[in-house]
Nanobody, 117 residues
Framework: QVQLVESGGGLVQPGGSLRLSCAAS????????MAWYRQAPGKGRELVAA???????NYADSVKGRFTISRDNAKNTVYLQMNSLKPEDTAVYYC???????????WGQGTQVTVSS
């Protein structure tokens, strides 16, 4: 089993920045890719960004050029730097482990990001 704990969400004004963190523990040797997903009210969960064990990245078109995913393997942590935030980025953001083009089997509890003036 793998446990994922997210942090860093909150309320930010349009144009602002936030950095999300996701710390992994447990059977982390089984993890290859890690990713961030989000779910806005009334919508399905969608891939935001993913990063493979080799550092390859994959982004949703809506966040390209604004969001950056990175990982620190020594700390078993993945980050999502979010810049130029828009109201439509408002959602619960979930950390996911084990998948690159699609979700893996492990999910964090989610962290709320609200972009509003």
């Amino acid at each position: 089993q793998v446990q994922l704990v997210e942090s860093g969400g909150g309320l930010v004004q349009p144009g602002g920045s936030l950095r999300l963190s996701c710390a992994a523990s447990g059977s982390i040797f089984s993890i290859n890719a890690m990713a961030w997903y989000r779910q806005a009210p009334g919508k399905g969960r969608e891939l935001v960004a993913a990063i493979s064990s080799s550092g390859s990245t994959n982004y949703a078109d809506s966040v390209k050029g604004r969001f950056t995913i990175s990982r620190d393997n020594a700390k078993n942590t993945v980050y999502l730097q979010m810049n130029s935030l828009k109201p439509e980025d408002t959602a619960v953001y979930y950390c996911n482990a084990g998948g690159y083009y699609g979700p893996g089997p492990y999910w964090g509890q989610g962290t709320q990001v609200t972009v509003s003036s």
